[in-house]
């Protein structure tokens, strides 16, 4: 288990790059009363096909599967990635926002289940054995992977990567 909390801000990342992947892991939100710093939102994700060239710093480019409250499964573009969701093609920017369309998220402190399968340009993300999102045509086709701490506790578990040849 990798547990994530403290006052700085940060990310675990892969050496390895991956293209055509299944991403597998569980996370939770930590509820130990000495890992919690306060009662904002709580906040985090995973960011995937991370450019190797990409420079490192806070937050790198890539895609993410957003972990926050109300929102977990949306994708957030960053750095001008774009993709088309649902037939439109989404605007580059710093910072793009695609809502799920589909919640699936179990309480605070019980485990989750995500995966993120990342093929040929096409992405597709399930919370908790339900999809909650889907993209294709991503400019970002591979790279690496990241666990995201962006202030609130949180807990991952179970962490599987999984080549996929065909989809």
Known sequence: MVRMYGS??????????YKNFELSLEF???MEEN???????KNSGVIHNIPVESPDHIW??????????????DFIFLDN????????????????NSYKFSSNENPYGEWNTIIIKSFDGKLTQYLNGKLVNECDEVTSREGKISLNYEGAPIDFRNIQITN???E
């Open 35 to 41: 890992n919690n710093q306060g009662k904002g939102k």
């Open 28 to 30: 939770r939100w930590n």
């Open 81 to 96: 990635i774009t993709a088309k969701v649902n037939g439109k093609l989404i605007e580059a920017g710093p910072s793009v």
């Open 164 to 166: 996929i040849h065909k």
């Open 8 to 17: 700085n801000i940060g990310y675990l990342m892969t050496n390895k790059s």
């Open 60 to 73: 790198p480019k890539g895609i993410q599967f957003q972990i926050k409250d109300e929102s977990t499964g």
